[in-house]
């Protein structure tokens, strides 16, 4: 298929997602779409496939202007979409999610679910997915789940495959497995539009590129003629530094000694089982992984807004264990805590900005007095932290919900750092930022370390974690697989994510 | 903003609900044990009475030899088939309704020339069972002791909960008996047969307001509604078959028009939580406070001044032929009102509709992750208005079955709560209408139960509502989750908007 898009605008309000955005997809093309958080690939994505109607502009396919109202229209027209958070309904069978919508009826209004049964069993073998259409989707690997999410699309006889960040959430293996089946698929003359973030990937795969930024096109070129700098260079709209400048750690004592420390998730499952590890002062652990291996209930246990079921935390200088202690307990021992969602755990967004500085300290005698909250004191602590912190906001006084991700998240770092602090805990400290927040978080976090402050960062983003990691733990099913320097190669990281045991390259316990 | 991936696996879960099984087993089998040493100790001048068939109607016709061959022979060809078909039946793809009352009917035909043969039938009467109470506890503390140990050893996950339901009834059953001990009462007089009727006829509207909030949560929406929605019903039946004076067919329109007023009441709701996207559970509670309210003025202005529009006759009881002389289960199950062959037809009926059709798959999407169905182009809110105006209909017909179903009058407060216990059953059953049959049947036996016993209880010194509050302690440990893993639809009770 080829579409054409002429000249896309959309706003929401005062603020332009997109403008005047023209691209073209040639038949058993895969083009990259580049741009940060923010930059209007996602809505444009969505006015392609009807989620949004566009203000103006035209969309072309195979030469002729086409309206698309909902994604119905879009379905039919032969576009599939495998969205970021894949649209599967966990506890439906692969067929069950394949079929809805366009379900094989006879006689009506049964389902006619043998006839889906053989039709997916022949997708998946012309394909090579092998995918057992009466599998459950939450049973399945997320890799599988992506195949089928792919699936659902090509029952629908997509010719034009649009993939939303379709690597956040796999290993690097996995993100190979993936990228075979694109390259297939391209042989097959389905055009495919890969949206992303990640210059690695784009110029692996990629026949041309088009860069967004701030909702308009920059420019568009091929991985022959550009290179990872260049593509920063455009995206960002000014050269940026890749590498995280940093000097090399001096690893002090032993600040945080975490043993043998069992955690249970929401239903009662064991999330981290049996996990040990010490943290020195000077240095920065970061915990590696794919999502939902237990780390976040890991940090959850560690900040005390989760239960522990067994083991202990000990803090040099702390009496006694904080595993299971009152999150109050734990702030005052010197623990701070970057949370994973910051919208959710870190900020209350209808809060004004002030006030979500001093969150933590709401009862200290600096901000509260015998007669009620000092509020001048508050005030003048905002006035000085957004200085200090470049916090972009119109004022104190503002709801910490009208910021944007970046200044929302220097809004929770400027606060936790008000305190002082033993150990520092980020957890996904630069999900969902542009790359100008995420040179800052990352700065932030070095100067930590080098102040002497124990640093655990948590990271989905391999890149992030050997960029700033002084040692690296890779968790996978609850426990840590090993803890490797970060010279070690993003292959054997990436087999340590994936649950192969490594203990051959593990360094040995300090 | 935050995607919360998990790898969960299988065996994880089990692991789960393979510990709360042992939990179970060794509750039901502490249960067992108290039993044992209470009734060691229970005075010896106690009696309990088991009738079997004690509905003179149930008499038995003699069966000749050649006649009793016949039948003795379709019952085992009956139980092959169900063997085969436990075996077989993914094979060919057999519902597993069907085998189950393949099997059902299997052991009733065998148990008619059996019983027959065991000269049970004395007279044509159904002779009655006398044995000291505490013989009865020891065998059910030794019953439950055995069950909780087998449970416990095992760790089955199916069937844990309702062993454990069981063996709490019993429980109760004999700390009864315990605290009689001693004190001057007759004995318990067991009806086995009018009691397991009783309970068929009970679980009736519980049947119809369960499935009816089965339908509405797999479609993401709460329908707390259902009380209010059996009160229209009862009413608006009534009043109808009344002004036709219960002649002929107006009957079958009077539990109609109930349905329609339940119905009308769900879209009360459906355009209150879909369109305007009030909070579900407030909505419902506000619209069974306007139904009471308008019941109970239109019964003290309207229905006080015109007893003639307040009077109907019961529905026919309808004696399937043969079946319903089986002893035991045929007055049980197939010697009822009409109504509860509908009611038992409209579990099947959604089962099918929920699992087999295309409107039930969608509609369960939508229960599930609307945002999903919304992006294969599956209108949410058409599917949940669809779901909620069905459930209220289904609802308005379980109203029906309090009035025109038995006959009764139209009375305020005649519903009881029942439209809650409801939604308790709905919980109790997983969300799944064959779980809602069960569960309405096991909740109809306590009703029974405690409509029984009061007798019996009126001659102690225990008041009479402690066992009459038994259907209600019952849904509290119900909803307060000790009904083994349970898991509600993903996106029940909350609205769906496609930013």
């Given at each position: ?11 929401f309000?005062?603020?332009v997602?997109n ?5 073209t ?14 930059a ?7 006015v392609l496939?009807g989620m ?7 969309i072309?396919i195979?030469g002729?202007?086409?309206t698309?109202?909902?994604?119905k ?5 032969g576009?599939?979409?495998?969205h ?24 009506w ?9 053989t ?12 995918v ?15 195949r089928?999410?792919?699936?659902k ?14 690597t956040?959430v ?6 190979d497995a993936l990228?075979?089946?694109l390259?297939?698929?391209k ?6 539009i ?7 990937e ?7 590129i ?8 920059v420019g568009?070129?091929t991985?022959?003629e550009t290179n ?6 455009m995206m ?16 002090g ?13 929401d ?10 590890f ?5 240095e920065?652990l970061a915990i590696?992984?794919v999502q ?23 803090l ?12 109050r307990?734990i702030?005052?021992?010197?623990i701070g805590?970057?949370?994973?969602d910051?919208?959710?755990?870190g900020?209350?967004?209808s809060?004004p ?10 009862s200290d005698p600096?901000?509260?007095g ?22 972009r ?7 910490a919900g009208?910021?944007?991700?970046g200044?929302q998240?220097k809004v929770?770092?400027a606060?936790e ?13 630069t ?7 995420i ?18 960062i948590?990271?989905s ?7 700033l990691g002084?040692?690296?733990a ?17 292959e ?7 649950g192969?045991?490594n ?7 300090a | 903003?935050s ?28 249960f ?8 060691g100790q ?6 309990t ?5 004690a ?6 016709p ?7 061959v016949?039948?003795l ?12 078909a ?12 069907g085998?189950l009352?393949?099997r059902?009917?299997?052991i009733a035909l ?18 009655s ?5 505490h013989?009865?506890?020891l065998?059910?503390?030794?019953l ?13 996950d199916?069937?844990?909960?309702a062993?454990?339901y ?5 429980f ?29 006829s ?5 049947m ?15 329908n707390?509604?259902?009380?209010g929605?059996f009160?229209v019903?009862?009413m608006?039946?009534?009043?109808f ?13 009077a539990v ?9 009441m769900?879209s ?7 369109r ?6 407030i909505v ?5 406070a ?25 529905l ?15 007055p049980?199950l ?6 509860v062959?509908?009611a ?7 089962n ?13 999407s ?5 945002i999903?169905?919304e ?27 309090f009035t025109?179903?038995?006959?009764s ?20 059953g ?13 909740f ?10 009061n ?17 209600y302690?019952i849904?509290?440990?119900a909803?307060?989750?000790?009904v ?5 639809p ?8 496609r930013e």
């Amino acid at each position: 298929m080829r579409l054409e898009l002429r000249g896309i605008t959309k706003s929401f309000g005062s603020l332009v997602a997109n403008h005047n955005v023209s691209l073209t997809v040639e038949p058993g093309e895969i083009h990259c779409l580049l741009g940060e958080n923010g930059a209007g690939k996602s809505t444009l994505m969505n006015v392609l496939y009807g989620m949004l109607t566009p203000d103006s502009g035209e969309i072309l396919i195979d030469g002729e202007p086409v309206t698309i109202r909902d994604p119905k229209d879009a379905v039919a027209r032969g576009i599939g979409m495998v969205h970021q958070h894949f649209m599967l309904i966990p506890v439906f069978s692969v067929t069950e999610n394949v079929i809805l919508g366009d379900e094989p009826v006879r006689p009506w209004p049964f389902v006619d679910y043998r006839k889906a049964v053989t039709m997916i069993t022949e997708l998946s073998q012309r394909y090579n997915f092998d995918v057992d259409p009466h599998a459950t989707i939450e049973n399945l690997p997320i890799g599988t789940q992506q195949r089928v999410e792919i699936l659902k699309a090509l029952s629908h006889h997509a010719d034009l495959l649009v993939l939303d960040e379709p690597t956040a959430v796999l290993t690097p293996q996995e993100a190979d497995a993936l990228i075979m089946i694109l390259r297939s698929l391209k042989e097959m003359g389905k055009s495919i539009i890969f949206i992303t973030h990640k210059l690695r990937e784009v110029l692996e795969i990629a026949d041309v590129i088009t860069v967004l930024r701030l909702g308009e096109v920059v420019g568009s070129t091929t991985p022959a003629e550009t290179n990872e700098e260049d593509l920063a260079t455009m995206m960002v709209g000014r050269s940026v530094n890749l590498v995280v400048d940093k000097k090399p750690a001096a690893p002090g004592d032993v600040v945080l000694e975490v043993r043998d420390l069992l955690v249970e998730e929401d239903r009662g499952l064991t999330a981290v089982k049996s996990v040990s590890f010490d943290v020195h002062a000077g240095e920065i652990l970061a915990i590696a992984g794919v999502q939902g291996n237990g780390q976040t209930e890991l940090v959850e246990a560690l900040t005390g807004l989760r239960g522990v079921t067994s083991g202990s935390v000990i803090l040099k200088g702390y009496d006694g264990n904080l595993a299971g202690a009152a999150v109050r307990d734990i702030l005052h021992a010197g623990i701070g805590h970057v949370p994973e969602d910051r919208q959710r755990h870190g900020l209350v967004l209808s809060l004004p900005v002030e006030d979500n500085l001093v969150l933590d300290q709401l009862s200290d005698p600096r901000y509260h007095g015998r007669f009620g909250r000092k509020l001048r004191a508050i005030r003048e602590n905002a006035r000085t932290q957004i200085t200090d912190f470049d916090i972009r906001t119109q004022g104190p006084e503002l709801e910490a919900g009208s910021l944007s991700g970046g200044n929302q998240q220097k809004v929770v770092i400027a606060r936790e750092l008000s305190r002082e602090l033993r150990v520092l805990i980020c957890s996904q400290p630069t999900r969902g930022l542009d790359v100008g927040s995420i040179e800052y978080m990352h700065r932030q976090i070095v100067a930590n370390r080098d102040a002497n402050v124990a640093v655990i960062i948590v990271s989905s983003e391999l890149d992030e974690v050997l960029a700033l990691g002084d040692r690296i733990a890779v968790m996978y099913d609850g426990k840590i697989q090993g803890i490797v320097p970060p010279t070690t190669s993003r292959e054997d990281i990436g087999l340590m994510m994936a649950g192969a045991g490594n203990a051959a390259t593990s360094e040995e316990q300090a | 903003m935050s995607t919360s991936v998990e790898i969960v696996t299988l065996e994880n879960l089990r692991a789960v609900s393979r510990g709360r099984a042992r939990a179970y087993g060794i509750t039901t089998a502490i249960f067992g044990i108290l039993e044992i040493v209470w009734m060691g100790q229970t005075h010896p001048g106690l009696n309990t009475t088991i009738e079997f068939g004690a509905n003179s109607s149930t008499s038995m016709p003699e069966l000749s030899g050649a006649w009793r061959v016949i039948v003795l022979a379709a019952a085992l060809l009956l139980a092959g088939i169900s063997a085969i078909a436990t075996t077989q039946g993914r094979r060919f793809a057999l519902p597993r309704s069907g085998t189950l009352a393949v099997r059902i009917i299997a052991i009733a035909l065998a148990l008619w020339p059996i019983s027959l043969w065991l000269h049970v039938n004395v007279d044509g009467i159904l002779r009655s069972w006398t044995v000291p109470v505490h013989v009865v506890g020891l065998v059910i503390g030794v019953l439950s002791l055995l069950a909780g140990g087998y449970l416990a050893w095992k760790r089955y996950d199916r069937g844990a909960s309702a062993t454990l339901y069981a063996a709490l009834i019993a429980f109760l059953l004999t700390f009864l008996v315990w605290v009689a001990r001693g004190s001057d009462v007759s004995g318990l007089h067991l009806q086995l047969t009018s009691l397991l009727a009783l309970s068929v006829s009970a679980a009736t509207c519980l049947m119809f307001g369960s499935l009816s909030g089965t339908i509405c949560e797999r479609s993401g929406v709460v329908n707390i509604a259902i009380e209010g929605q059996f009160m229209v019903g009862a009413m608006s039946a009534v009043m109808f078959a009344s002004a036709f004076n219960g002649a002929g067919i107006s009957k079958t329109f009077a539990v109609l028009l109930g349905g329609v007023f339940g119905a009308l009441m769900g879209s009360l709701l459906a355009v209150m939580a879909l369109r305007y996207k009030a909070d579900q559970v407030i909505v419902g509670v506000v619209i069974v406070a306007f139904c009471s309210a308008i019941t109970q003025f239109l019964s003290s202005q309207v229905l006080n001044f015109h007893q003639n529009l307040n009077q109907s006759e019961p529905l026919p009881v309808w004696a399937v032929p043969g079946l319903s002389k089986i002893p035991v289960l045929g007055p049980v199950l197939f010697d009822q009102n009409v109504l509860v062959f509908v009611a038992v037809l409209m579990v099947v009926a959604v089962n099918i509709l929920l699992y087999r059709t295309r409107w039930g798959l969608r509609v369960r999407s939508v229960g599930e992750k609307p945002i999903a169905s919304e992006t294969v182009g599956v209108s949410v809110s058409r599917m949940r208005y669809g779901a909620v105006i069905l459930g209220g209909f289904i609802a308005g017909i379980g109203g029906a079955a309090f009035t025109v179903g038995p006959g009764s009058s139209f009375s305020y407060g005649m519903t009881n709560g029942y439209g809650y216990i409801a939604l308790a059953i709905m919980i109790f059953g997983r969300w799944r209408p064959y779980g809602a049959l069960a569960a309405s049947l096991l909740f109809g036996f306590t009703i029974a139960m405690s409509a029984n016993l009061n007798i019996y209880l009126s001659q102690l010194v225990i008041p009479q509502q402690f066992i009459s509050a038994l259907p209600y302690i019952i849904t509290i440990a119900a909803v307060a989750g000790l009904v083994g893993r349970i898991r509600p639809p993903a996106a029940d009770g909350i609205p769906f908007s496609r930013e």
